[in-house]
């Protein structure tokens, strides 16, 4: 069954994902394309363009993709001056032997394939920035200790989950990861097993919220493994969040949604946290037979 799962900012781009999967086109491209959409969005200052700056003012971005009927992946960290991070991912695996590139070689890949390369950093973002950052004298792990006490503030990712008419699986992430983060921190979404996995037996997984956990728990590749012990997507995506309130955490809530698709196309989506006004408590999909997309509550998983 055609299937498209994204976080609720992917709403921007589902209609894209969307269109190339009712064209007959493949799952890899259609979550690309939506990722790529979000990419382009200036009101979205967590993906791509327009994307919250590191500590210095400069807007480093993460990405990966996976493609689930051979389990191959891609991934960039900390790229500079390419908005569209994912066909960067996309391109590291596709078109070289690795599975992820970072700062200045993941640049020169995306130059290398054709990317236009530009200033990510818009006049609002440096507004932002420079009224929070800008005036402090603190050394930099000072600065990046003030700046990023709570991950519930400045963070966020667009993740696609989608299926093909020939069943196949693939799953996207992109993110401009935490606002005023230590430049080169790679959060969950580059890391595959961690805020990305996909596997075309089980199923697939993307998360967005606190990195950091996602990558000690490996937290999406431990939600598709549930479905391979036959969890349904909803098992899956509390077991996996669950999992988190294990970790210490210095007291501070665990901030973490997934999103969770099966290969038969059913879906489910949970959170951490029950405050239904976050960007995070909802997720968009549309499958067959749906004229439209839509937006649904996450479940709530919680201690």
Partial sequence: MLTVVASQNGSFGLPDAWKILQDGGSALDAVEAGARAVEDNPDDHTVGYAGHPNIH???????????????????????????????????????TPHALITGSGAARLAAEIGETQENLLTEGEHTYWAAEVGGSK??????????????????????????????????????????????????????IGAGNYCDNRYGAAACTGWGELAIRASTAHTAVMAMARGASPAEAATIALRDLFELPTDGLLPLMHIVVLSP????????????????????????????????????????
Avoid: C
């Fill in 138 to 191: 603190a050394g930099l792990l000072a600065q990046v200790r003030q700046f990023t006490r709570d991950p519930r503030d400045g963070a966020g990712t667009v993740d696609f989950l989608a299926i093909d008419r020939d069943g196949n699986l693939a799953s996207a992430v992109s993110t401009s990861g935490w606002a005023f983060k230590h430049p080169g921190r790679l959060g969950d979404s580059p890391i």
């Fill in 57 to 95: 003012g400069i807007v480093e971005l993460d990405a990966s993709i996976m493609d689930g009927a051979t389990r191959r992946a891609g991934a960039v960290g900390s790229l500079q001056g390419y908005r569209h991070a994912i066909t960067v991912a996309r391109a590291v695996m596709e078109r």
């Fill in 264 to 303: 038969s196309g059913e879906h489910a989506a949970a959170t951490t946290t029950a405050a239904t006004t976050t960007a995070g408590a909802r997720y968009a999909w549309q499958a067959e037979s749906m004229s439209e997309l839509a937006v649904s509550d996450r479940l709530v998983v919680q201690p």
